[in-house]
Structures are given as C-alpha cells and as structure tokens.
Nanobody, 125 residues
Framework: VQLQASGGGLVQAGDSLRLSCAAS????????MGWFRQGRGNEREFLSA?????????SSADSVKGRFTSSRDNAKKTAYLQMNSLKPEDTAVYYC??????????????????YGRGTLVTVSS
C-alpha cells in the first residue's frame, strides 16, 4: 500500500493550493483519510480528515478552520486538501494518512494505518 502526496510548492501569502493524496493497492473507500502537517521545530498537527463517503469531515483547530477543506474521489482513490488564504505560518511538510473507518481518534497520527511521505508547502510573505 502506498500513499503519494503531491501538490506542494512555493506560493505567496493569500494564494491557494490543492494537495492530492493518491492511494494504490488500498480498499480506498474503507478508510478515513487524514491530513497532518509539521513545520520546522513544531509538533505534527492534525488538519482535517474525511470519512469514506465524503459526507463527514473532521476539522482541526482554529488555525486552519474555514481555510482548509478535505475532499475525496473514491473512483480515483485520491484524497484532496484544498488550502485557501495561505499564510507564512502554514509553511510545513504536509502528510496524508489512511485510517480504518472505526478509528477512535482521527486527530491522532499514531492511530492511522498507512502514511504518505509528505509534500512541502512554503508560503512566502
């Protein structure tokens, strides 16, 4: 099973980016897909997650609420993180992860089953 995150890059404050997480060899629609990030010197932070149907999303703390949105396309086995109004403090490596649908705590990175390598997002001021 592989999760491949992509879509990161260098943008300016106020710009938008959409990250993708493509899954292979995975019963994709059995998993919750989560997004995390880790900035330099910071702990890994939960951002958002979405259930198998796309009907339920789990939002993170206030730092990204209203700006970041999860979605998914089960036919393409791909999850997305739409990031709007990016700020310099959003600079980090962004990770996607897959968790069984019965996971107790979607905000806990350690409870996920599969992990992507991460994609770097750099936001300049």
């Amino acid at each position: 099973v592989q999760l491949q995150a992509s879509g990161g890059g260098l943008v300016q404050a106020g710009d938008s980016l959409r990250l993708s997480c493509a899954a292979s060899a995975l019963s994709f629609n059995s998993y919750i897909m989560g997004w995390f990030r880790q900035g330099r010197g910071n702990e890994r932070e939960f951002l958002s997650a979405i259930d198998w149907s796309g009907a339920t999303t789990y939002s993170s703390a206030d730092s990204v609420k209203g700006r970041f949105t999860s979605s998914r396309d089960n036919a393409k086995k791909t999850a997305y993180l739409q990031m709007n109004s990016l700020k310099p403090e959003d600079t980090a490596v962004y990770y996607c992860a897959a968790a069984w649908s019965q996971v107790r705590d979607v905000t806990d990175y350690g409870r996920y089953t599969y992990y992507g390598r991460g994609t770097l997002v750099t936001v300049s001021s």
